[in-house]
């Protein structure tokens, strides 16, 4: 079900702006939706286009500008519910599994840009992520984000603003998004997607208030995970031969998806070793459940933890690049290992 306006919880001055927009008949031609990731920008982006060439609530007559009548889609109307299913004719929603869009998609944008909507108001184009969009390919966009034909609207959603160009940026509206504060968060996933309180608190805090991230989080499957890494953590800690390590790796798999979601988790492993052994309290733990664990492993490495933590976030970035997998959690294993306390 499309969620609307209304059914959103935070990005509270972002929303602001796109709604007063809808109802000044002063809506801008191209954004770009910036933050975290999975914290809501893509749905932020279809209520968006829902609204926009929502039959019930938008624009008299049908010219685009039009001021709306509401300031929100109706979610109901044969129009909204095609954008819902992804199928409006009048929505291209752009994404590519591959690392880069090629020059050609934006190039066929760039024309249907500048078609009539085909049934609705306005033709509206989301590119997600729009940092995997080239030097060249966002040149190339430049022009249409520049003159829009009055009917079309581009929505460019990146988690890495700094991949998009000054030239690019300086001709969208510039809108933030963030997570959600974690209480508000745990609330919104017991209210609405009938989550167990306990639960709900958990995945609200384990994705950092971040919806989409809380969502589609696995909790078996992740503590699984997390008790797997709690048992190498465990090992490393201890002096002596390091002859595990290579079996360790092996816990790591060779996904680079895969690899990046564990580094996330160890990352915030190591956070709560460093927060408990600042003196802080077992409630101030994203994993407040493994307190005891936590507790012991602080107290092998103690005088490391900082390091350990940039190491995992410097692991994190490397892996972005195209580096050798195996290698980069081996050397991360041995480097950690070489923070615990001397026997
Ligand atoms: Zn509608």
């Known amino acids: 079900m499309l ?8 990005h509270d001055r972002s929303l602001r702006v796109l709604r007063r927009s809808l109802t000044s008949g002063r809506m801008h031609h191209s954004f770009v939706f910036h933050g975290p ?8 982006a279809m209520t968006l286009a829902a609204a926009l060439n929502c039959t019930r609530t938008g624009g008299l007559g049908d010219a685009a500008g039009a001021p709306h009548v509401s300031d929100d889609a109706c979610g109901l109307c044969n129009s909204c519910q095609k954008v ?44 997600d992520p729009a940092d995997r969009l080239s030097a060249d390919a966002q040149n ?13 609207c581009i929505i460019l959603i990146t988690s890495r603003l700094m991949h998009l160009l000054p030239t690019t940026r300086s001709r969208c509206q510039m809108l933030p ?11 919104r996933l017991a209210q609405r997607h009938d989550m167990a309180a306990p639960d709900a608190a958990r995945a609200a805090r384990l994705a ?65 070793m460093m927060v408990l052994s600042a003196g802080a309290p ?21 005088t490391r933890l900082d390091a350990i933590q940039d190491r995992v976030r410097l692991a994190a970035s490397d892996l972005e690049r195209n580096v050798n997998r195996k290698l980069l959690v081996e050397t991360l294993m041995f480097d950690i290992g070489s923070g615990a306390a001397p026997a």
């Open 3 to 10: 969620a609307r306006f209304d059914d959103i919880a935070g």
């Open 140 to 152: 190339a966009l430049l022009k249409t984000l520049e003159e829009p034909s009055s009917c079309s």
């Open 282 to 302: 077992a409630s101030a733990l994203i994993h407040q459940d493994s307190a005891g664990d936590l507790a012991r492993l602080a107290d092998r490495f103690t």
């Open 37 to 44: 990731d999975a914290v809501g920008k893509r749905t932020v």
């Open 84 to 127: 819902d299913k992804g199928i409006h004719p009048d929505v291209v929603y752009l994404t590519l599994e591959r690392t880069v869009i090629p020059i050609d998609a934006i190039r066929q944008l760039r024309q249907e840009a500048a078609y009539r909507p085909y049934e609705g108001r306005w033709r509206v184009f989301i590119i």
């Open 208 to 272: 950092g208030g971040r919806y989409g991230a809380a969502l589609s989080l696995d909790l078996p499957a992740h503590d699984a995970t997390r008790a797997e890494l709690l048992e190498v953590l465990g090992r490393l800690s201890e002096p002596g031969p390091r002859a595990h390590v290579l079996e360790d790796v092996e816990a790591f798999g060779e996904d680079a998806e895969e690899i990046a979601s564990r580094l996330t988790l160890l990352a915030g492993l190591v956070r709560d």
């Open 177 to 187: 998004f963030g997570s959600l504060p974690v209480e508000l968060l745990a609330a």
